[in-house]
C-alpha cells in the first residue's frame, strides 16, 4: 500500500508539478526548454490582400499535403520520465524529480537525477525532432526540420556540463568519489541522427535498457537512501503561497 501511494505521488510531479515548476523557473514552457524554441508557432495570418493563406499552409489535397516535421509533444517527454520514475521505484534507487538542485551559485536543470548503486546518473532529455546532424567535439550541432536548419547546442556538451556541475555539488557536500554520469536521451521517435556523435546518444526508448547495463548497476559502497536524501535536499521546489 505504502509503495502504491508512493508511486502516485512520483506520477503526480511527473505529469503536474515537473512542468509547472520548469515553466516558473525559466518562464519557458517545459518542451520549449528542451528544443529551444515553441512546440507550436500561431497559424500564419491570411494575406489581406486576397484572403489567401501562406503557401506554407495552403494545400491542393490530402495526397498531396506534406507531413510535418515535428519536435517532441509534452506527451512524448513526460512519458520517458515516468518510466525512470518507474525504474527507479522497481530497482529501489532514489530518484530526484526534478532534478533541479542549486547550492550557491551551482545549479543543475536536469528532468531527473538517479542515486544507484554504482553512482549517480542524470538523465537528460532532447525535443529535437526532424534530422540532426551531431558533430564529434563541436559545441554547435545542427538540426534540419521543414526545410529550416538551425545550429542547436551540442547536446553532449550540455550534458557535460551538467555533469560536471553535479559532480561539484557532490564534493561539496562530502561525497567526491561517487561516480557522475549524464545520459543525453532523444525523445522524438522520428528524429534522424546522423555524424559521428549520433551512438553517443540514446534514444527514449533504449533508455531503461541502457540504465540496466553493469555499467550504471554493478555494485559499489553508494548508500543510495542516504545520498539521495542529501541531494534531495537542495533540490529546488516551488514555494508554497
Known amino acids: 500500500m505504502a509503495q502504491t501511494v508512493t508511486f502516485i505521488v512520483v506520477l503526480a510531479v511527473v505529469f503536474v508539478l515537473l512542468p509547472a515548476l520548469l515553466k516558473k523557473l525559466t518562464g519557458r514552457d517545459f518542451i520549449e526548454i528542451l528544443v529551444g524554441r515553441p512546440l507550436f508557432r500561431k497559424k500564419e495570418k491570411e494575406d489581406q490582400a486576397g484572403g489567401a493563406a501562406s503557401p506554407e499552409t495552403r494545400q491542393t489535397g490530402d495526397d498531396s499535403k506534406e507531413k510535418k516535421e515535428k519536435n517532441s509533444t509534452r506527451a512524448d517527454i513526460l512519458q520517458t520520465v515516468s518510466e525512470v520514475a518507474s525504474f527507479a521505484r522497481r530497482n529501489q534507487y532514489y530518484a530526484i524529480i526534478p532534478g533541479v538542485l542549486k547550492k550557491g551559485d551551482l545549479e543543475t536543470k536536469l528532468p531527473a537525477i538517479l542515486v544507484m548503486r554504482s553512482g549517480v546518473v542524470g538523465i537528460n532529455l532532447f525535443g529535437y525532432g526532424g534530422a540532426v546532424s551531431a558533430k564529434k567535439d563541436d559545441p554547435e550541432w545542427t538540426q534540419t526540420m521543414n ?3 538551425r545550429p542547436i547546442p551540442s547536446p553532449l556538451k550540455v550534458s557535460e556540463n551538467m555533469r560536471k556541475v553535479l559532480m561539484q555539488i557532490l564534493r561539496e557536500i562530502g561525497y567526491p568519489e561517487v ?3 549524464v545520459v ?4 522524438q521517435k522520428d528524429v534522424r541522427i546522423t555524424g559521428p556523435a549520433a551512438t553517443e546518444v540514446v534514444r527514449a526508448k533504449s533508455l ?6 553493469s555499467r550504471y548497476v554493478r555494485t559499489k559502497d553508494v548508500d543510495v537512501k542516504k545520498l539521495g536524501e542529501a541531494l534531495a535536499f537542495f533540490q529546488v521546489r516551488t514555494q508554497k503561497k
Open 184 to 187: 543525453s536521451v532523444f525523445t
Open 147 to 149: 526545410g529550416e536548419t
Open 208 to 213: 531503461i535498457g541502457e540504465l540496466g547495463k
Open 179 to 181: 561516480e557522475v554520469s
